[in-house]
């Protein structure tokens, strides 16, 4: 169980979080690996829908930033 | 054509041609040691034998010089060809025992040792360099002596002048007899690689560089033997296309035209006269512009961090300043190259980034000029977070040390201290200069130079020289960065288009734009192109295994990797390979769409496909930049985001882009100096501009300010402006207004104004953000307490109103750094120094008894105001640094101020009196959140706007119709804001110009079959996009204006039907990268 890693699906904006993302790259922030990013364009387009499919297929964590 | 058989298959090979030629061609090996396919065959090893039938009896020829005839049969590997080839091998092998290749082939006949008598000799007398020394158009050698005395030689064994050492024999020799280093006495050296600063070498054929455009290779007609000899052309023979053309004459090409931007940069500074640098001698002494290509991922090393001596990674570098700069000793450079310090600090940055921590990097400088926006930053995480040291020194000379590659350093600390270090490396930061073609060019014209021979301008119109339609922009206007250099070429531009504003758009140039393919219906054929991003990315993540793992996807058709994905070949060759393999759906996995979507959008619509079948993923910004310390689980992640890719790229569809008009209105908010030269810039491009200004009147902060660092009046230049704005027919003045709300979106904005309590509503297609700094309010030093304290802004005041109290001033102190370059405001207000010491050189003037001390940090005079500070020094201006930790202590008392400093020289306080302390207080943000809020543009900690790209966007924002120029952007001088005003109106008339804008094809779109009548669409969408239909069969049922759309998908995410999708993240894509995780 130590070595557990949880796997996390993120919905990120296109405009910000996105941004945020590519900007913590640029200043070589370091962080863990285990998150997947999906670009969207708005978190306003994340629907539940796709919160549950992300459960559905395995995922620990969905974090939505926008 | 003639048909003959080979090996007993049927072959076929051109009348002439030998039958080495046709083996050659089909892949039949035939073993030759003299066979050069630029040159005549002579026949001369006789390794090539083969046997040929002639349909009565078979005979030996050697392949290379026995043409080929109709019918015959040639046999190139029998018993009698082995064996015959086995006795020459033997013999060759007696005579030249050592010799690599003739080793080699005799083991491959199966020949350990000679029967004959060896002979220690490595020429096998096949008289290739013979041949190709007639070539060249020389023959300076020959075969001389006869039988076993046969050599090659010149005549009578004597040099020659005939012979150019050009190498063409040595080159071809296949023994290695022939050395050039034999010919010429000497070490040679290859012809340095202009684009890698000697430390490669090119051939007289090259390309410039990987991402030169065109990508065609050019020929060095001063190093091509052709041009010299009229012989060779050997390359002719090689070119596949016969694309090689000697005889090209360099073309006089003369064009009509209005105005003339110069732009031809600078010359980096050569250290090599100066002697006690060792940089001509030493290897390890590098200029700063070689070590930028030895960290280069394309660079003479692929980016391995190695000193150039004995290739071994260095442990400590050490980093001068000021080479070529602020020297007039050595070099007549008197001003400041403005780009090293930072330069410096960059490079030990990525030094230690390239290294591992443990690199010692120190660098020695006289003031560290980290005067750009969010430099100072860099600088104290150089210092604090990466431990980069910096010495405050000027290094006069460096020494070498007997037997060791090391270079030793002595130098003299602040306090007198001596000290000495040993290095590595040492980096010579040089600087800027302009080219005495660009000088020589420069007086054809009629263009003023400086001291520094820069083009001499004037603030109010930096990129405008004294000829009427020259401008002029980048390094060649004075020393100075990326981003400045960029704000001058749209400023430039800006200032040309205002004068050919009536000529626009009468010499356009359509873009052929092929048709698009239809791929509704077709299988998903994906094309994924992974991007090594130099070492970026390729230096971590396992970039070929991540194109295997790509190729294996489904619907994949084609995976490749690239060096840069996003350089013009790269580009180039991704549009033949979409064609070639008929793909019809791309995904690039490099850094970021942010940036990089359009680019290869475009690609995609050079390639015949729709530009959105196109999905990016970043496995640069957001993997292997986040994940340094873990190559294999990031290359794990990129393989999963490719797959993601890969499964939302395959169910893409074209999309179609709607059509908007762009309202060819202009606001200015704001009407300072930048505010006001954009409106009348905008204006003289003929564009009705509306200038917003919250106060009563038009000038802005330049209203207090005395002169500029030139000695320009800056009243008389602001009247002058004020007063053409003004008078300006296209441009509405608003002064005691304020913004009170912003709807609408590029093109077509509604902004409504507040003036005394009323509102107005006013339209237009784009907006220019100058609302410019203030002066911070200092908090110390007896500021607000004791009136002899002032700022800046009120002591150039007094100067305008010629205070008769100013001439009796005896002792005058100036503090730099008041509020800036401190933890609260950790950023350098890069106007300070200039503007202090303009101001005690003013002081000086009027009273040259005076006295002045400036208590600074470091002193920024940057580019030529260098020459103000070399001035004032000349006048008797004292200069005393402080650290931030021990700061002047300023107290009050009836006879005059005192100023407590602590002396670093002596290292103790020392006490100076005054009756005028100066402070050089900081430049604030006005922190207008609202503004950022309506415009939707992002501020920074200092509450600075955030231009689009730091670099090759500084007057726009990622906003699309919103430009930025003047203090919003950074605080900045005069002449400095005038060009980012223009440059800010030139990207804006980029957009105004062209009338319409495409609107992204990234919609909600409604199936009304599924729609619900509910509304919820209709009352959530913020750009009230979606609507009820009000005739037809669907009556009542919603559906999306694809214009007003900005395609955030809120509509869709909340359709309780099922009837909203959102093309380009449709459910059923998003659905299928969550599918992939």
Known sequence: MSDWEPKITTFLCHWCSYGAADLAGVSRLQYP??????????????SPKFILA???????????SG | MVTFKLNGVEVEGEEGQYILQVAQKYGVEIPTLCHHKALEPAGMCRLCTVEVFDGRRTRFVTSCNYPIWKGMEVFTDTEAVRSGRMLILEMLLARCPDVAIIKDLAKAYGIDEPRFKKENDDCILCGLCVRMCEKMGRSAISLTGRGVDMVVDTPFHLQTDVCMACGACASVCPTGHIKLEDITGRKIKQIPSEYDMGLKGRKPIYVPYAQAIPNTPVIDR??????????????????????????QKDEVIELTVGSIILAPGFRPFDPTEFASYHYSSHPNVVTSMEFERIL?????????????????????????????????NKCDHGYCSSVCCMYAIKEAVIAKEHADKSLDCAIFYMDIRTHGKDFERYYDDARGKHGVRFINTRVPTVETIKGSDDILIRYTLQNGQPNEETFDMVVLSIGLETSPKVVEMARNMGIELTEGQFANTSSFRPVATAQDGIYVCGAFAGPKDIPQSVIEASSAAAEAGALLTSARNTLTKEKDIPEERNIIGERPRVGVFVCQCGINIGGLVDVPSVRDYAATLPYVEYASDNLYTCSQDSQENMAKIIKEKNLNRVVVAACTPKTHEPLFQETLVDAGLNKYVF?????????????????????????????????????????????????????VVGAGISGLVAAKTLSSQGYHVS???????????????????????????????????????NIDIYKNTRLGNVEGFVGNFKTTLIADGADKTIEHGIAVIATGGKEHTPDEYLYGKDPRVVTHLELDKMFLAEDQKLKEIKNAVFIQCVGSREPERPYCSRVCCTHSIESAIQLKELNPDITVYILFRDIRSYGEREYLYREARAKGVIFIRYELDQKPEVTGGKDGLEIKVINQVIGRPVILKADLVALASAIVSPRDEKLAQFFKIPMNEDGFFIEAHAKLGPSEFATDGVFLCGMAHYPKPIDESVAQAQAAVSRAVTLLARQKVKVSGTVAQVNPVMCSSCG???????????????????TGRA??????????????????????????FGTDQIMAMINEI
Not at chain 1, 54 to 64: I, K, L, P, Q
Not at chain 2, 304 to 328: N, Y
Not at chain 2, 1023 to 1034: D, E, L, T
């Open chain 2, 1039 to 1064: 559906e999306v204006n694809p214009v007003l759309c900005k395609g955030c998908g809120l509509c869709v995410a909340s359709c309780r039907s099922g009837a909203l999708n959102l093309k380009g």
């Open chain 2, 1016 to 1034: 919820v669409c209709v009352d959530i969408c913020p750009y009230s996009a979606p609507s009820f239909i009000k005739q037809g069969p669907f």
């Open chain 2, 222 to 247: 001063t190093k091509c033997v052709h041009f010299k000899t009229g012989g060779c052309k050997v390359c002719t023979n090689f070119c596949g296309v016969n694309a090689i053309d000697h005889s």
């Open chain 1, 54 to 64: 992300a459960f559905r297929h395995g995922a620990d964590g969905v974090w939505v």
């Open chain 1, 33 to 46: 690996h285990n998150f997947r990013v999906i670009r969207v364009p708005c978190s306003g387009r994340v």
């Open chain 2, 296 to 328: 280069s991922a394309s660079g003479p090393t692929m980016g391995h961090l190695v000193r150039p001596s004995d290739k071994k990674e260095p442990k400590k570098i050490a980093w001068l300043q000021c080479v070529g700069s602020r020297d007039l």
């Open chain 2, 691 to 729: 200038l917003v200004e919250q106060s009563a009147s038009l000038g802005g902060n330049a209203l207090s300010l005395y002169k500029t660092w030139k000695g320009e009046h800056v009243q008389g230049h602001l009247a002058e402006l004020i007063n053409s704005v003004e008078s300006d027919g």
């Open chain 2, 615 to 667: 999905e990016m993923t970043n496995i640069r910004n957001q993997c292997s930049w986040v994940h340094k310390d873990n190559p294999p689980m990031a290359t794990a992640k990129a393989k999963d985001l490719v797959r993601m890719a890969v499964a939302k790229a395959a169910l893409m569809e074209p999309l179609r882009e709607s059509e908007l008009e762009v309202d060819q209105r202009a606001l």
